[in-house]
Structures are given as C-alpha cells and as structure tokens.
C-alpha cells in the first residue's frame, strides 16, 4: 500500500512538466530462443512469476527474476489440443485462467503446483478478469458474459447477449472492485455495477474505436474512466460519468511487421490513482506512460526487438512481461522479457 501510494503522488507531481519521463525501466529478465510460437503472456501481480501460452498449447510458468521454469502443461479442451490466446492472474497470485478464442473451455490453474483446478465450459473466450478481492472470474464468452465462482470451480451466473447479441472482446475490473466493464466487436463499452450487474452506463465508441477490433479494456479506480485499444492501435480514453469520449492517443494504424495491433490484448493499465495509463508505444517496440488529463505521452522503455508481440503490466509489482519475435515479419525463435519500472521521485 505505501508503494501504491508513492507511485500515485510522484506520477502526479510530474504529470504536467516537460521534464524527463516520470516512469523508466530496467530489463531483469531475458530468456531467448524460445521455439515455441508464443502467443499469450501473464505477469503475477506480486511480479513473482510469469506464464507463457502457446499456439500448440503449451503453458510455461517462470519465476522472476531467475526465469526457472516452475511447470509446464498442455491445455486441453475435451481431448483436443488447442492454443493459448489469452491468460490471467488471480489478485492473490494463486490462480491462473487460461483462454482461447476458438477454444470449447477455460480453464483455471494452480499456480503453485500446476496442477487443473477447473474446466469451465465456456466457449469463444477472449477477455476475461478476476475480482480483485472476491474469489470470481468474469469471462466473455462469445456474446454472454459468465460469472464464475472460482473455489467451486463453476458458473454461478451468466449474462446472456450483454452487447445484443455481439461478441465481448475485453472486460475489466475497477480496481476498487464495484464496477465491472465490457466491450463489444463492435465497440460498444457498458459499465455494470457488481455485483449486481445492473446497468449503469452504455458508450458507443463504434465511430472512433475501430470496430471488430478491440483489443485491451482498463478501467480506472472507482470506475469513471476506461481505456480501450484496438487492431489500429489508437488508444481511446472514456469519461464514464459523462458517457463520452474524452480523449485519444494516437499510434500507427500498422506496426512493423506483423501488421496489425490485434496481439497486443490486455496492453493497458492504469496506475493506482487514475491519471495516467501505461500503454504500447507507436510501433509496439516498448512502453509508454500516457498523462490523461494533458494528453502528454512519455517513454518509458523501447526493447532491442524488431516488436512485441503480446505484453503484460502488473502495476502493483511495477513490472511488466513482454514476448519477443525473431524478426520483424513475426518469426521465431522468440524471446520473453521482463522489465521493472522505476518512478521519479518528486
């Protein structure tokens, strides 16, 4: 807590100076020629440990900084092999949920031993977030929105056609825990209270954000700002009580290389207080640090690779993971990073 809150203070007595960056970075972990194409990266919370998923299946889980391997699985959906687009960290560290957008299932680890703690059938998965103080996962599933008791290992709850029908492409906590966020294909983000899941707010971003395309939802603390990314990369800041669009930052329609932006999923997190928000940087080569009510943008690092391919912030540990290609069409061998950040004192 008193890190959280040091970070919050520094960040926000420099927000608005020309001064060098607030936030830079360190690499304290570089595992190389790395086989596998690598498509799916998670950071713990505590910055503890990292997990790598793969097209084939794959699961990898590594300590940090050593980069040991502490497991290694293959997921499997009813017997099928399947790859791994997405993974995600409990609050706690002690769980890790396992996605995929072609998937039949989810599925739900035990990040101390490896071993299966549940299989949810839920298909089509491509966003999905823990509580962060409740034991629950929400998952978009195709168009419904699950609700998941982790201990139990079950559905509890579902919200069918949440976005009418279109898929849900992100979701994601306010990091107090009482408002939950989706958006569409389509771009179209709604804000629920929990645990109610009663409506609270319902924003078109469809003319801005580009559609069947978004790729990272955050949201801010107490659940009045969200961000979203999408396959152009433009990053779009929401005011939520508003129910407008704030703000944007700008990125390159295609990164070099691999094209597109549709990799770069859960590459947004605001910092503690809200104001500013960590993000790719224009051509996906590194991070930077966004400054929400000025529209500054500053770096915070750029890696040696020709791009990155997936990233993962883990705000609380001030870290964050990143895979990295061959080569700037996409190739392997990759590589996984991990960075620490450092913030300026004020």
């Not at 590594?62 to 997921?75: L, T």
């Not at 996605?99 to 299989?119: C, K, S, Y």
């Not at 700002?225 to 990125?251: C, P, Q, S, W, Y």
Request: with cysteine; glycine share 10%.
């Amino acid at each position: 807590m008193v890190r959280a809150v040091s970070v919050a203070v520094a960040l926000s007595l420099t927000g608005c100076s020309d001064s060098p960056p607030p936030v830079t970075a360190e690499k304290v972990l570089d595992v190389p020629g790395l086989q596998a194409v690598v498509n799916a990266v998670a950071l713990s919370p505590d910055g503890s440990v990292v997990a790598v998923g793969d097209l084939d299946g794959d699961l990898v889980t590594r300590e940090v900084p050593s980069g040991a391997e502490r497991w290694k699985v293959r997921v499997h959906a009813r017997g099928a092999a399947r790859r791994i687009d997405g993974l995600v960290f409990s609050q706690d560290g002690s769980l890790l949920a396992s996605t995929g957008h072609d998937a039949r299932t989810v599925e739900l680890w035990q990040v101390l031993t490896g071993r299966q703690a549940a299989v949810l059938d839920i298909r089509d998965s491509r966003a999905a977030a823990f509580h962060p103080t409740e034991r629950t996962l929400v998952v978009g599933g195709a168009a419904t929105v699950h609700v998941v008791d982790v201990d139990r290992g079950e559905i509890a709850r579902t919200l069918a056609n949440a976005h009418g029908g279109d898929g849900v492409y992100g979701v994601a906590f306010s990091s107090a825990g009482q408002v939950l966020a989706t958006v569409s294909d389509q771009g179209s983000l709604k804000l629920w209270s929990w645990p109610a899941l009663s409506l609270r707010a319902s924003v078109s971003m469809s003319k801005s954000l580009e559609p069947m395309a978004p790729v990272s939802l955050a949201l801010g603390r107490q659940g009045t700002r969200a961000a979203a990314n999408g396959i152009l990369g433009t990053v779009h800041i929401v005011d939520v009580a508003k129910e407008r669009e704030e703000r944007t930052f700008a990125n390159t329609p295609e990164a070099p290389g691999h094209g597109m932006h549709a990799e770069m999923r859960r590459s947004l997190a605001f910092t503690q207080d809200g104001a500013w928000l960590f993000a790719p940087d224009l051509h996906d080569r590194g991070l930077r640090i966004l400054h929400v009510a000025s529209g500054k943008a500053y770096p915070v690092f750029r890696g040696d690779g020709p791009f990155y391919k997936a990233m993962s912030i883990a705000v609380p540990a001030s870290m964050v993971a990143l895979l990295r290609p061959g080569d700037d069409q996409g190739r392997g061998p990759y590589g996984l990073e991990v960075w620490r950040l450092t913030y300026r004192a004020p």
